[in-house]
């Protein structure tokens, strides 16, 4: 047990580890470095404890994902392009099924035709999980995401289907194509169905919940979250698509006109949230496991004597290249007789046929079908489980490689004029009320969080270049503050008090240093020393009281001492910047010296020290919320103008709303103010 819980923590640990390494090296795909750490995983053993279980790997993961992608579906632009769709969904997987079994059988042609085509049938669907982690880089056109979106939803029940025929015909030996097709339809249709009464009866629930004013936002969710397994296990009880059940309870979820309450606002803000955390870690989940089946299936095969390893490769190769390739056909002959139809050159669809080609790769769904193989045919031809696993990842591998010279890249263009200039005008006018203000502190604390978000705004509109040289001007004043807080520390010039609340304020210019992993390592240097050195300095703290000797500063003006400091600071800092100059862009240069003297004037007036205590516990909540409103105004104003977009204007305020909310969360606390503020009598 646990040796259970060990690996689960472990395999945790990985999906947060490999989202960080994504951050930092934002070029490579987040998938591929999953699948890499569950390789790692499957080589410490993790596959003898996690197994991968088909049934509830596609009810429990599978299902859910599905079931999101279903809410969030353009169903209108699936319809439109359900031609293609459709296309995808059934010929190209039954051919593929068909296809990739003779190639198989005759390489090997001692495993038999039918249990072949199960492993075709494995190969034949696209991965939607695999799809749209792919694409989530670049910007498709609408049309062909509509296209993946809704292949991706329905293209996993027909291969399941076709599986589960492939697998009768070699347990019985029989095999009719008029029967498969009325089982398919009827497949199809009763998961239909199941999907559409569950969906219907989550909805008279609610009603019902509704009627006797029992509305609640977590039994809301609990119900939501229930719904794609209830129609996952419902519809497989009937033997019916447990896949398009979830997938039209899905759609159907999302469907019906959206009422304007306050429940109905606090279900989408939670649900969202909510759901979003349980696909990254679903996602994360099926490429971990893809790695570690990886290992677990291929590592055997390979080891075995009875098989050569170069035709294994060929095989894998040969079958990877037959998916493409027969995808490319399908759809070449089918946009070239819309081509003719429509009396327009073919050319004008190479390239979307290219990005549906290569988009077509394969996941982990594939290796969760062909462990679907009855345990004795599984143990008498094991290869078709490599097979499967080896050809899944090498198409996605190509996907990977392929997607990135042919698919169109996303350009975010930055353009934060008008947000600067709607900021400022808040700032403006918070500066002239503040004048006025009772709590002119709150409003000073207001306006310091305003300054920041211009500071980043500004930052962000720059280049690259003055980016990454802004940062290394804050990671030199970062440098610059410590050694001299250390140094005022060692001499007995500043109490321990006074240089832990020091440290708070170097906690939050942390937070204004948007590195690269250019400037990474120095920050995590400087972060790591950083916090060597507050935990010496408790230490040392701890064995001045335990050993009652004086041999550090107790008693002292913390204002005074932070004052002096600041200033002794500032001076090493301005030296400093003045000496780079020619180094570093002269107007940056100037800005971050401006800033420097500006917050020396306000040290000078004496209102540091609760300025700092003010952002570790904020008591400026109604400075903050006539930020806000005046926030709101100006972009309603700046809207009307036409100087801000529609969209832009959009997400500003859905920016407001978070911080808001967030603003008005009165569940905070600062352990180190309440320790520093603790007075024992």
């Known amino acids: 047990m646990i040796h259970t819980v060990f690996y689960v923590i472990i395999f945790f640990v990985a999906l947060i580890v490999s989202n960080v390494i994504n951050k930092v090296f934002p070029k490579l795909p987040l998938p591929l470095i999953q699948v890499i750490f569950g390789l790692i995983l499957g080589m410490l053993g993790a596959g003898d404890v996690l197994r991968l279980n088909s049934e509830l790997f596609l009810a429990f993961i599978i299902g859910p994902l599905l079931f999101r992608e ?3 579906a353009d169903v209108k632009g699936i319809i439109k392009h359900s031609r293609t769709v459709t296309m995808l969904v059934f010929p190209v997987v039954f051919m593929t099924t068909f296809i990739i079994g003779v190639i198989s059988h005759n390489f090997y042609a001692a495993i038999p035709l039918t249990a072949c085509f199960a492993l075709g049938a494995s190969l034949g669907p696209t991965d939607a999980v695999a799809v749209g982690s792919l694409s989530e880089r670049f910007d498709f056109p609408k049309r062909i995401t509509a296209v993946l979106k809704g292949e991706g939803l329905f293209n996993d029940a027909s291969g399941i289907i076709a599986f589960q025929f492939a697998i009768l015909a070699l347990t019985t030996g029989e095999f009719s194509l008029g029967k498969a097709v009325g089982s ?6 009763g998961g239909a169905l199941i999907g559409f009464l569950v969906a219907w009866l989550n909805r008279l629930v609610l009603t019902l919940m509704e009627d006797v004013a029992a509305q609640d936002v977590t ?53 969202k949230t909510v759901w979003d955390a349980i696909t990254f870690i679903l996602n994360s989940i099926v490429f971990l496991f893809l790695g570690i089946e990886l290992q677990q299936i291929v590592t055997p095969i390979i080891r075995n004597a009875y098989y050569d390893n170069f035709r294994l490769f060929l095989t894998v190769l040969a079958l990877t290249a037959t998916l493409f390739i027969l995808r490319y056909v399908i759809l070449s002959i089918y946009y070239a007789v819309i081509a003719k139809k429509r009396r327009q050159k073919f050319s004008r669809y190479v390239d979307d046929i290219l990005l549906l080609t290569f988009s077509g790769v394969k996941g982990t769904v594939s290796i969760a079908t062909i462990l679907l193989l009855p345990e004795a045919v599984a143990q008498k031809y094991s290869l078709l489980i490599f097979l499967a696993a080896s050809v899944t990842v090498v198409s996605f591998l190509t996907g990977i490689l392929v997607l990135p010279i042919i698919a169109p890249k996303k350009e975010e263009k930055v353009d934060n004029v008008a947000k600067i200039a709607i900021l400022t005008s808040v700032v403006e006018k918070l500066e002239h009320e503040s004048k006025k203000g009772r709590n002119k502190l709150g409003y000073i604390a207001t306006i310091d969080n305003y300054q920041a978000r211009i500071r980043k705004l500004i930052i962000n509109q720059e280049s690259a270049t003055m980016t990454a040289e802004f940062n290394d001007l804050q990671l030199l004043i970062l440098r610059l503050e410590n050694e001299g807080l250390e140094n005022a520390f060692r001499n007995n010039e500043i109490t321990i ?8 304020y170097l906690k939050e210019l942390e937070r204004s240093i948007v590195h690269r992993f250019v400037s990474s390592l120095a920050f995590a240097v400087a972060i790591f020393l950083r916090a060597i050195r507050l935990v010496l300095s408790h230490l040392l703290h701890t064995n001045i009281h335990f050993k009652r000797k004086k041999i550090q500063k107790l008693v002292g003006d913390a204002k005074t001492e932070i004052r002096d400091l600041y200033f002794k600071n500032t001076s090493l800092i301005l030296d400093a910047l003045e000496s780079l100059e020619g180094v570093y862009n002269a107007d940056l240069i100037n800005y971050v010296q401006s800033e ?46 036409g100087l801000l977009t529609a969209r832009e204007a959009k997400v500003m305020r859905k920016n407001v709303n978070a911080l808001e909310n967030y603003s008005m969360n009165d569940n905070q606390s600062n352990l180190l103010y309440d320790f520093l503020e603790y007075n024992p009598k």
């Open 596 to 641: 420097r003297l500006r917050a020396s004037e306000q040290v000078a007036a004496g209102d540091f020290l609760t300025r700092i205590i003010t952002k570790a516990r904020p008591n400026n909540l109604d400075e903050m919320m006539r930020g806000y409103y005046l926030e709101r105004k100006f972009i309603f104003e700046y809207e009307a103008q």
């Open 70 to 72: 279903g809410e969030e």
């Open 497 to 504: 008090k006074t240089y832990q609340i020091y440290q708070q």
């Open 219 to 271: 039994g809301y969710l609990m119900l939501e979250m229930m719904l794609p397994l209830v129609a996952f296990f419902l519809a497989e009880e009937f033997h019916v698509s447990g896949i398009i059940a979830v997938v039209v309870a899905g759609v159907m979820q999302a469907g019906g006109f959206k009422k304007i309450t306050l429940f109905d606002a606090q279900v989408e803000s939670v649900s």
């Open 184 to 189: 398919l339809a009827l497949s199809a249709i």
